[in-house]
């Protein structure tokens, strides 16, 4: 009852949870958060998947010697026997793929030579004590991960070139500038988050970026239908200012907002949490990541950010402006007039011993003398003119 209850003072506004009117404070938020994005992005950078920075992956079974092996443990086996092969290679941490006997181990390291490659898999497998075919080997050219990013690159381009046409025709410029920097932001969050938590960029992280481009546009056109809604033919009153108008239209889909992004973080942290991290299905937790943390970032943004810059951007319209300026001088003078009546009839310095009771005839006799009774002296029906009727 008291969550339905709730959800009915938000649609109507009388809730009135004032976001809009905070937006300095929503900006300094994401400013701060987009410098320590920028920051780790610049200091730390991304760990490039074997897809995008080339190099030789080899892949080891979890079992040797009839004992599981830890990840440490099939982390060192890779190294020694590629720095046996190639003292200068570079080889990363192992990652896990899978449970139980179907688990495996991933090791990327530096592009090897195939005479190199084929001496780290022969020492590999004599120091596991496992088939040979039982250890196997990728190849990769950083040429396609370059191939892929471009074609990314160029994707995300004619996307926001269309949605920028879309929104300007669906609504006016200042709502898809306001549209785009929402979406911009959550795309830098997202990439400062896996910047800072270490993940492999791989094609399924350009997938998730993809994907969370239209996720994060949605939530945004739905608060702007209903800001357009609230907004037209607001000049012609003078009930509120348009970041008031502003502030009811996020109130009122408020819970719509967070309903929908509940719902579609739900399968998305399953596939983060349990599937990649319960399971151990490594090639689910780029996917799984990027959406998980693009989709949040979406409909917060959304709401504390899209709204407020879109106010911004129209405080600054002449007309809208204009418009403000007169609700709130209506305001001012509806306060000067609202005055205490106490204010208007007494002195500011009078007490209730100072106030004479009134006497008749609407004067303050002089101190000491008695007050004045009026007779009734209505003709009572008797006689004729002015003269008084008898007193009985």
């Known amino acids: ?109 530096s592009a090897l030579t195939t005479a190199e490659t084929e001496e780290a898999k022969t020492a590999l497998v004599a120091d596991l004590g496992v088939n040979a075919d039982q250890v196997s080997d990728n190849q990769v050219s950083a040429a396609w991960g370059g191939a892929v990013t471009e074609k990314a690159v160029l994707g995300l381009v004619v996307f926001l070139v269309l949605v920028s046409a879309y929104l300007i025709i669906r609504f006016e410029w200042r709502m898809a500038v306001a549209a785009l920097a929402s979406l911009l932001l959550d795309l830098i969050l997202t990439a400062g988050v896996y910047s800072l938590v270490g993940f492999e960029v791989t094609p399924s992280t350009v997938i998730g970026f993809l994907t969370i481009l239209g996720y994060s546009l949605y939530d945004v056109v739905v608060v702007f239908d209903k800001v357009q809604e609230n907004t037209r033919g607001l000049t012609a009153g003078t009930s509120r200012t348009y970041a008031e108008a502003t502030n009811l239209a996020v109130n009122q889909t408020l819970m719509r907002s967070l309903n929908t992004g509940l719902v579609a973080l739900l399968p ?76 208007r009839t007494r002195p500011a310095n009078a007490t209730e011993s100072d106030e004479v009771p009134a006497f008749a005839g609407g004067t303050t006799p002089r101190p000491g003398a008695r007050p004045v009774v009026k007779r009734n002296t209505t003709n009572r029906g008797g006689g004729a003119g002015n003269r008084p009727g008898k007193r009985r």
Do not use: C
């Open 1 to 109: 009852m008291a969550s339905s209850g709730l959800a009915a003072r938000l649609y109507t506004g009388e809730a009135n949870i004032n976001i809009v009117g905070r937006r300095k404070m929503w900006f300094a938020a994401a400013i701060a958060i987009v410098i320590i994005s920028f920051g780790s992005i610049l200091i730390r950078g991304f760990e490039l998947g074997i897809e995008f920075a080339g190099g030789t992956e080899f892949i080891v079974p979890a079992t040797a010697n009839s004992q599981t092996l830890t990840q440490e443990e099939a982390g060192d086996a890779v190294a020694k026997a590629v720095h046996a092969a190639a003292p200068d290679a570079e080889v990363l941490a192992a990652q896990q793929v899978g449970t139980g006997g179907e688990s495996f181990f991933r090791v990327r390291a």
């Open 268 to 343: 998305v942290g399953g596939l983060l949490f349990i599937g990649a991290g319960l399971f151990g299905a490594g090639t689910l937790k780029d996917l799984g990541l990027v959406l998980f943390v693009g989709m949040g970032f979406g409909v917060i943004s959304s709401i504390v950010f899209a709204a407020p810059v879109l106010s911004a951007l129209k405080d600054r319209e002449p007309k809208i402006k204009a418009h403000n300026a007169r609700v709130l001088a209506r305001r001012a003078s509806r306060s000067d007039d609202v005055a205490p009546r106490a204010d």
